[in-house]
């Protein structure tokens, strides 16, 4: 099960609880249930490890 998910917005300024709600409809719409993210946290960057890596 996917509890959340992390997105870097294109449109900072639109990132939201609007935004939010609009991909995890959209989640809901193309893929099972249980692949759904309950949760969106929209972020500046992705965290990485010391190496770079994701």
Do not use: N, W
Request: overall charge negative; hydrophobic content about 40%; glycine content about 6%.
């Amino acid at each position: 099960m996917v509890r959340g998910a992390v997105v870097i917005p294109t449109e900072p300024a639109r990132a939201g609880r609007e935004l939010e709600a609009e991909l995890i409809a959209y989640c809901r719409e193309q893929i099972a249930h249980y692949e759904c993210p309950t949760s969106v946290d929209f972020v500046d960057e992705l965290p990485r490890l010391p190496t770079g890596k994701l």
